[in-house]
């Protein structure tokens, strides 16, 4: 943890170093990618600093109050000493917060895909549900959600539903959510009673800046086509909805939910850029992978990361083996619980990672 904090830090220097460059000043686009990378480190390396700071008082704090033989002034800086080391607990805590997820990755805008997978109605009715759940959660931190996109069906489900979710910490929080969902129950069209299992998934796309994402225009192709409201019905004559197809990749992003062919644009062309850095990111996350399981090993996980079983009122997340009995609340928005442990568990893994790093590096030195 800490060579990665000093190693942050000697780069948010440098580039402090180069943001005073007059050369790089008079460069826009590049004095805006260095500003962008400083302000993201920013919010690791001044609390680092800062850490290193009250250590250095406490290391002098310790030292007087060891050394100081009058019983009042040792007691003042006994007393010095212990506010000292609880500054630091809290501050070496709200560090782990932090190094949990890469400041380039730290996002406060994401794009959430909801997808009714196997089960017919009832897996369209559930992925309304989770969508609920979520901008329930949203509600209650204080993010905004704009819905962009949805396929809806005549029971009042979602074939899928898209929607953007802004506000501090979003994407350190919902990023766990990616993967299927499966739920339990007698579903409303079910007229004997019996418990069906049906699906739906869920992707959680951290929104990049625009400028972070450079899509040339030979790259792209740009489809319209008629869209329709909700179930298919009232069939818009116009072109309206609009198609972005990235070539390189084949990676498609669209959105119908507007009259506004321009407006149905403007979303397709976000959708798009947080699809591309989700593809980016996820190939460098291969890498790192790679590299974990190079060093402890992991099995592969099932698609299915959670449970939903409504008679049992439970819920069980299969990533950590935690099952909690308040589906009730849950549903209606109350995920704090439930992503704190999400939250813990990384935590826990990517130390480990850390200290194995640690390990095998210092093992290299000594052959």
Known sequence: MWAKLEEILKRFRELERQLSDPAVAGDGVRASQLAREHGQLARLAKPYLEYRRIEEELAQAERLAAAEADPELRAYAEEEVRNLREQQLRLRHHLEELLLVDPAEDRDSVILEIRAGTGGEEAALFAADL????????????????????????????????????????????????????????????????????????????????????????????????????????????????????????????????????????????????????????????????????????????????????????????????????????MNGELHELIRALIEYDRRQQFEQLSLEKVVAASSQED
């Open 131 to 330: 969508f609920r759940m979520y901008e329930k959660y949203a509600n209650s931190r204080g993010w905004k959600v704009e819905i962009l996109d949805f396929n809806a069906t005549d029971l009042g489900g979602f074939k899928e539903i898209i929607c953007s979710v802004t506000g501090e910490n979003v994407y350190r929080e919902l990023r766990y959510e990616s993967g299927g969902h499966r739920v339990q129950r007698v579903p409303k069209t079910e007229q004997q009673g019996r418990i069906h299992t049906s699906a739906a998934t869920v992707a959680v796309l951290a929104e990049p800046e625009e400028i972070e994402i450079d899509i040339k225009p030979d790259e792209v192709r740009i489809d319209t086509f008629a869209s329709g409201g909700p179930g298919g019905q009232h069939q818009n004559k116009t072109q309206s909805g609009v198609r972005i197809v990235h070539l390189p990749t084949g990676i498609v992003a669209e959105c119908r939910n507007e009259r506004s062919q321009h407006k149905n644009k403007a979303t397709a062309w976000r959708m798009l850029r947080a699809k591309l850095y989700q593809h980016f990111a996820q190939q460098k996350e291969a890498e790192r992978a790679q590299e974990r399981r190079d060093l402890i090993g992991t099995g592969d996980r099932s698609d299915r990361i959670r449970t939903y079983n409504f008679p049992q009122n439970r819920v069980t997340d299969h990533r950590i083996n935690l099952t909690l009995y308040k589906l009730d609340a849950i």
